[in-house]
């Protein structure tokens, strides 16, 4: 489990390379004004480092106790990692 948690946190730091242009090119939501469906799509995208950071801490800190609970806690952050693959993958089909 140990690997695991190092693994997918590697991989985690990896999709923060491509996060950085799509955190960037998501503000152009905003060339038509703001509204709630604009601010929650940026919000969503923007929040990536700090679930990365809190969820590694997280799990860590649980490893020691409940391993199975830690990799749960750890493996939020592949929610975005996951979304960005099929963006990936929708963008190669098309």
Known sequence: MKIYLIGSQILY???LIPWFV???LSFMSFDNGFSAGNISFVLGIGIYPVAVILCSIFSW???MYKKRTAIII???PMIWVVGLGVLMLMINFS
Do not use: A, R
Request: proline content about 0%.
């Open 13 to 15: 730091v990896l999709c």
């Open 22 to 24: 799509i955190w960037g």
């Open 61 to 63: 800190i649980l490893y």
């Open 74 to 76: 750890n493996s939020i």
